[in-house]
């Protein structure tokens, strides 16, 4: 069972102390730091990093209850909301004094509802009234107004990662007005409405916070709506709405992930899927936004799999009464005391813990049974290749019957990702290339991710190994390895040569040459020198090997010195002079190579013919018919004349 | 029997070489006097009376083991006298088949009342064509039956001798021995060109098919009458493309050509139109009263010995030959599972082939008459290509060119067979054709110009620069440059 747990809690939580009386505990989303506040601070400010190693610890005066604190970025100034009108500010950098200052809203009769840092100095006051744009001055100890603006809020929610603010308006609440903070500059994005379940009694604010969440997915941003349904009518449940959020035009809805059920809801994005807790069944669901359900074009989304729990999750016991034996405890999961941030944070302020919460792929793969959408899935997951990999090794080795077909579709979904990124790459290069001259634009490097899995990979971990196998049919081997081939080509991507090498080796092994024969008739392997080599092996099994290789160096064309050796070891001398003098390459070789190959077949008259062909480029080169000493053939002019006699010498010609 | 052609001059008849006798033996089976009639095995034609029968036996007999004692290793394979040629083939141990043909003549009319006088054209046939004829013969018998010995082995003589009637004497009414040439003496496979992509997508397909229907032991796919894949060894792929090609295409594509059994009317399978049928077996899957029985052949006879049911099956141009342990019965259902299967897959795949082709077709520019024709073979590969034959029926071979150039192209390869070395030898043929044959290695070519007023040299380069124009692959194409490469200029 437990491999079918596909949501698991992080092995290293960050752990700070938990909250009680004393101790507040608050959570800053941007910087992902938790704040243990106790006293007011007066007894100590424990911050904790994201990686639970850069723990600050620090006194601050009591000055009243503190309702919200967050560093800037790096964590240079330090800002403390205690009152509904004002937030203190205390610099954290070296060289600057660090008592606090203090800046009040600038709307009157407003009370501020929070603020944000967006920038190591730059912060946004939320008020129920609008929104402060501040810049910090910290070696001024003031604060100077970027810009404002007036509008009736009654929450807002933070996008750190893109600096987007959103805020809700209007009676019922639903009308939402986002912001979006760069560089010193505010600007407004245009609002949209989120539409609300049919409600009976009106007039009160309806949307709440909670059912509100902004993520980035795939690289856009998200407002995800947890949209309730009551129980009486039709509706089968709950379903999360999602809005796309753009920087110019109108927000638009975009995707339905339907929950069939209804009840308490959280949400997180973890690794692009959205994943909904959901705390009444102790499981979450989740969801794939690419993933396309066939039968409808309305991106409306079931769960990519039937819901799960997160997996069980054991905490060691602190305290005082656990010194010596810190046996772990299973940790509540689902609890009604855990908050949940975005985008895959999960805290139990109670038991003092922060989670990342992470999808576990393996359990995903036999829980997916429809072998496409898996890959699909996979693919688009951040550590997946080891993943894919296996998925490879595990659909060739059971060799079902009828899984040929399945094959091909999941090598060509690996390969189009593979393709895709080597175009990049190709236009990259192609842009560097040409130089910065064109535009302004600087050229990105593509990221390989792990998406990638490219022939070295298949080869190493699936097909090597795979070829080894006793258990599968060569048939079969084959047939997969042709598949593989056929895929690459089908994406135009050069096959290497390694993948060939198993091919030939495969059959080899298993005696079917006169299907490697056919296969290098079509060009199905391409050719290439060490391919060439390779069959020269073969021709002593296989004889028609040695025209088959000889051809492919011949279109080559690169290897005229190999196809010499290759025609001399035959002894086929003539054939070779013959050959190199068609490709015009007779007055560089060696009249000794020559001549040692014509007097090893024993054969008078070829010996008698390479002799004179040589006596004859002499003539021609040099004008005498010599050898010169460093050609070494002393030996062979020495047999010439007592094989032929002094007279057979071409005379040379004197003027 | 006689097919008189009427020839240039006054009322000469022509008569091509016809075939006289053919029988087979086995001079252990009657060793003793009075015996003799044991040896025959078949004798055509069968109306010959008992004792010339022996007495024919007898001397082929008498003359193979004569000769025998000049060279033991190498046994006489033919006999040239005035009227006839004849034939001997050993094809497995102390079994022989002779072939007697009687030689081409010209009949020339005499002054009245006198009798014509008959001249034979002794000269005019050539060995290896024959003796590759005779080889041939044997081949399709063994593709059919199995070998010789294994029917002693299941049957006896009794067995053997209602095989070899059954199956020559209807193979021997379509032999035309006046039509053979050059390509029997090959005996090639024609290739079709296709591109690497293309090829794959066919690799693919019988892949799959072989994988759902795991009872399929070897598969061959053919285009066009061109082989693309053979899944069988490279002489069982021989004869039985010879076979498809001769005799099973052809068969079925006159039927067509005539516009019956219209091969445009699709079947539904599923949701998808297809075009595909069986070729053997079943000719219509929807008659209740269907046969399900397919031709057996024997593949692997020097091993292990496989017999199997051979099931062709076709969509518009492609066809594919799926062969099954004869061990299997094969019935309805199967049959339906492997339309149901291939006729979608196949319909579609055809239909991509002819698209690639046509564009290959396009690219290569359009279809010039040459001035040149062309016999390119491979021994290696057993590729053939020939720009002087038309398209085979089952009747007769066609050819482009006259029959005296064919006969030099006999001649040339004649001599290439006669030596090991690499070869060129050009010849001057009278009304203005120069027939070239080169051969190298493992290649033969041969290419008949006509040029007017050519001399020697010109033709030399003219050969040169012809072959130099395609850049194809050899066999896949025409003459590419790699070929001219491998064929070394060596004027005889």
Redesign the interface.
């Known amino acids: 069972m437990s491999e079918e747990h596909y949501l698991e809690l992080c092995d290293s939580p960050v752990q700070f102390e938990n909250a009680s009386s004393v101790n507040n505990v608050f959570f800053d989303e941007a910087n992902k730091q938790v704040f243990a506040v106790r006293s007011g601070g007066a007894t100590g400010v424990v911050v904790k990093g994201p990686d639970d190693k850069n723990s600050i610890a620090f006194r601050m005066e009591d000055k009243g209850e503190v309702k919200c604190i967050k560093f800037s970025y790096e964590n240079k100034i330090l800002a403390v909301q205690r009152s509904p009108k004002s937030v203190d500010f205390i610099n954290f950098m070296p060289d600057l004094p660090h008592s606090e200052f203090s800046q009040e809203c600038k709307t009157k009769n407003a009370t501020v509802l929070g603020f944000c840092w967006t920038s190591w100095n730059e912060i946004v006051f939320i008020t129920d009234q609008g929104v402060e744009f501040y810049q910090v001055l910290p070696d001024k100890r003031s604060l100077k107004l970027l810009k404002s603006h007036s509008i009736n809020v009654n929450w807002y929610v933070y996008c750190p990662e893109t600096s987007v603010i959103l805020l809700s308006t209007t009676v019922q609440g639903n009308v939402l007005q986002p912001f979006a903070f760069k560089c010193g500059t505010m600007s407004k994005m245009s609002k949209f409405e989120i539409e609300l379940p049919v409600v009976t009694k009106p007039a009160k604010i309806i949307l709440s916070e909670r059912d509100i969440a902004v993520a980035t997915i795939y690289g856009q941003l998200y407002v995800m709506y947890l949209k309730h349904h009551s129980r009486t009518g039709n509706n089968p449940g709950a379903e999360v709405v999602l809005y796309h959020l753009q920087r110019e035009g109108a927000c638009k809805r975009s995707h339905i992930l339907k929950l069939n059920t209804t009840g308490k809801f959280a949400l997180n994005v973890v690794d692009n899927l959205v994943i909904v807790h959901h705390q009444s069944s102790q499981t979450s669901f989740m969801f794939d936004i690419k993933m396309k359900d066939t039968d409808s074009n309305l991106n409306i989304h079931q769960p990519v799999l039937p819901a799960r729990s997160i997996h069980p999750y054991k905490i060691a016991l602190t305290g005082p009464a656990a010194v010596g034996s810190q046996t772990p405890v299973p940790c509540e999961l689902y609890s009604s005391t855990w908050s949940v941030f975005q985008p895959d944070i999960i805290i139990s302020a109670s038991e003092g813990y922060l989670w990342y919460l992470q999808v576990k792929l393996k359990p995903v793969v036999s829980l997916l049974q429809d072998k496409s959408k898996l890959m699909e899935f996979l693919l688009r997951r951040r550590d997946c290749k080891m993943v894919i990999l296996s998925v490879c090794s595990q659909m060739l080795s059971r060799g079902d ?5 399945v094959v ?1 579709i999941v090598f060509d979904k690996l390969n189009q990702v593979y393709k895709e990124y080597l175009e990049a790459e190709q236009s990259y290069t192609m842009a560097v290339e040409c130089g910065p001259s064109r535009g302004s634009t600087a050229h990105k490097r593509p990221v390989r991710t792990q998406a990638v899995i490219d022939q070295s990979d298949m080869y190493t971990h699936v097909l090597s190994l795979f070829t080894e196998r006793k258990d599968v049919s060569h ?2 081997i ?2 997969v390895l ?2 593989y ?2 895929s690459l ?2 994406f135009q991507i050069t096959v290497q040569h390694y993948l060939y090498e198993l091919v030939i080796k495969t059959l080899v092994q298993h005696n079917l040459l ?2 490697l ?2 296969f290098l ?4 392997l391409s050719d290439s020198k060490p391919l060439a080599c390779l069959l020269l092996s073969l021709e002593s099994t296989y004889p ?1 090997a040695h ?2 290789s ?2 492919m160096l ?2 080559l064309s690169t290897a005229n010195d190999e196809i010499v050796e290759v025609l001399l070891s035959k002894q086929q001398v ?2 070779a002079l ?2 190199i003098r ?1 490709v015009g390459g007779h007055d560089n070789i060696s009249a000794r190579k020559f001549l040692d190959a014509a007097r090893q077949t024993k054969d008078q008259m070829l010996f008698y013919t390479i002799f004179r062909f040589f006596e004859q480029r002499n003539q021609r080169l040099r004008g005498s018919p010599n050898f010169t000493p460093g050609e070494h053939c002393e030996e062979h002019v020495a047999y010439f004349k007592q094989a032929f006699g002094e007279q057979a010498f071409i005379k040379p010609v004197t003027l | 029997l006689f097919s008189p052609r009427m020839a240039t001059g006054m009322q000469e008849k022509q008569y091509t070489p016809s075939l006289l006798n053919f029988f087979i033996y086995n001079p252990k089976f009657g060793p003793r006097e009075g015996e003799e009639e044991k040896k025959i095995l078949f004798y055509h034609p069968s109306d010959v009376e008992k004792n010339e029968k022996i007495r024919n036996v007898g001397l082929c007999e008498a003359i193979v083991q004569f000769t025998r004692t000049f060279c033991p290793s190498k046994p006489a394979k033919s006999l040239h006298t005035q009227k006839n040629r004849q034939f001997f083939f050993e094809p497995e141990e102390n079994f022989w088949i002779v072939m007697v043909v009687r030689n081409p003549m010209v009949e020339k009319p005499n002054k009245e009342g006198k009798p014509p006088t008959i001249e034979y054209q002794e000269e005019e046939i050539l060995d290896t064509v024959y003796g590759a004829v005779l080889q041939q013969c044997y081949s399709m018998y063994k593709l059919f039956n199995g070998t010789f010995a294994r029917a002693m082995e299941a049957g006896g003589v009794e067995l053997l001798t209602q095989k070899l009637e059954k199956f020559f004497y209807r193979y021997l009414q379509t032999l035309h021995l006046q039509s053979c040439d050059l390509l029997d003496v090959f005996g090639g496979i024609s ?1 079709f060109p ?1 591109d ?2 293309t ?3 066919i ?2 397909f019988v ?2 098919v ?3 229907l ?1 009872l399929i032991k070897y598969t061959a796919f053919l285009y066009n009458d061109q082989l ?4 069988l ?2 002489d069982d792929m021989r004869i039985l493309y010879k076979y498809l090609t001769t005799s099973l295409f052809p068969r079925h594509s006159e039927p067509e050509l005539a516009g019956r059994d219209s091969p445009l009317r699709p079947e539904v399978a599923g949701n998808l139109l297809h075009y595909g049928r069986f070729l053997t077996g079943p000719s219509n899957l929807k008659d209740p009263e269907a046969k399900f029985r397919f031709p057996k052949i024997f593949v692997n006879t020097d091993d292990s010995y496989e017999e199997l049911h051979l099931i062709v099956y076709k969509a518009m141009s492609a066809a594919v030959c799926f062969m099954i342990s004869a061990s299997e019965e094969l019935g309805r259902e199967f049959c339906e599972q492997l339309d149901g299967l291939v006729g979608p897959q196949l319909t579609l795949l055809a239909s991509d082939i002819c698209e690639q082709y046509n564009i290959n077709r396009r690219v290569s520019g359009p279809d010039k008459e040459p001035q040149f024709k062309f016999i390119y073979f ?1 021994h ?2 057993l ?1 053939e290509k020939s720009t002087i034959h038309m398209r085979k029926t089952a009747s007769v071979s066609l050819t482009s060119v006259h029959p005296d150039l064919m006969k030099i192209l006999g001649d040339i390869h004649a001599d290439f067979v006669r030596v090991d070395e ?1 070869e060129e030898i050009i010849v001057k043929a009278m009304t203005d054709y120069w027939v070239v044959g080169k051969k190298s ?2 290649r033969e070519l041969y290419v008949i110009l006509n040029q007017k007023n050519a001399n020697l040299i010109e033709v030399n380069e003219e050969v040169k620069r012809l072959c130099k124009f395609e850049t194809m ?1 050899p ?2 194409y025409t003459i590419s440059t ?1 070929l001219v ?2 064929l ?2 060596k004027t005889a």
């Open positions: 019957k009828g899984s040929l077909p091909a048939k079969f084959i047939a042709m598949e081939i056929r080509n089908q006169y299907m024969h056919q008739q079509y060009h199905v028609p025209q088959l000889l051809d011949k279109r003539l054939g013959r050959f068609s | 290739f296709l690497k992509m090829y794959l997508k690799q693919s892949n799959r072989e994988e759902s795991s693309i894949w053979s899944g060894e490279q491979n290696m590969n590729a690499d290695d493992q692959d066999f896949l790699k490469d491998m070394v200029t």
